[in-house]
């Protein structure tokens, strides 16, 4: 089984807030990171270090940690936004780092 | 800017090897570790390994050992990872991405090369 369980597909009303959760024990003692994916291109940072947003990504995306579970919030989500949605983190051993499955997000 | 290019695309033979490079700009590429990420048709990303900066050390996925090797050449900013004994299902996306860390508790990946197909069929 993944160190890192995300939920397969979540929806969500154009405008509403989404919230994306990753589960993982490792997440108690390391931060999650986020990435999104659109189809047919790269993976882009979107929250790193709990809650951190590169230039260039909204500020409707945040990050957050409550023991072992980790979560992207999308306030007033977009259209665009429509995308998968890994997270990230470094794995149990120490030596190896690990994706979580990902999240299909539809906006509605 | 900070850029990350990988080598085109490929196809081989079931049995043969790969070998994808990377080539960094705008950064210091010693003072970096580099990972290895690759993503099978209509699939979740899969962490593939890591070199540190020097090149002296390295760490790969489990389901992996024995099969691949990380290099790089600190004189032409590349990194390379070359895979065995290909299978069809080593048919990825195979990407390169830079690996930042703060205070050893969170780990990101910036930037992302632009990806290599790799497509492993008789």
């Known amino acids: 089984s993944s160190e890192l369980t995300q939920d397969p597909a979540v929806s969500v009303a154009l405008g509403q807030t989404v919230r994306i959760t990753c589960q993982g024990d490792?997440?108690?003692?390391?931060?999650a990171t986020w990435f999104q994916q659109k189809p047919g291109q790269t993976p882009v940072l979107v929250i790193y270090s709990k809650n951190n947003r590169p230039s260039g990504i909204p500020d409707r995306f945040s990050g957050s940690s409550s023991g072992s579970t980790a979560s992207l919030t999308i306030t007033g989500a977009q259209a665009e936004d429509e995308a998968d949605y890994y997270c990230y983190s470094r794995g149990n051993s120490g030596h190896h780092w690990v994706f979580g499955g990902g999240t299909k997000l539809t906006v509605l | 800017q900070v850029q990350l290019v990988q080598s085109g695309a490929e196809v081989k033979e079931p049995g043969a090897s790969v070998k994808v490079s990377c080539k960094a700009s705008?950064?210091?590429?010693?003072?970096?570790?580099v990972h290895w990420v690759r993503q099978a048709p209509g699939q979740g990303l899969e962490w593939m390994g890591v070199?540190?900066?020097?090149?002296?050390?390295?760490s790969y996925a489990q389901n992996l050992q024995g099969r691949v090797t990380m290099t790089r050449d600190t004189s032409t900013s590349t990194d390379y990872m070359e895979l065995s004994s290909l299978r069809s299902e080593d048919t990825a996306m195979y990407y390169c991405?830079?690996?930042?860390?703060?205070?050893?508790?969170?780990?990101?990946?910036?930037?992302w090369g632009q990806g290599t197909l790799v497509t492993v069929s008789s």
């Open positions: 070199i540190n900066p020097s090149g002296t050390w390295t």
């Open positions: 991405a830079r690996d930042i860390s703060a205070a050893e508790t969170s780990w990101w990946l910036d930037p």
């Open positions: 705008g950064y210091s590429f010693t003072s970096y570790y």
């Open positions: 490792i997440l108690r003692s390391y931060y």
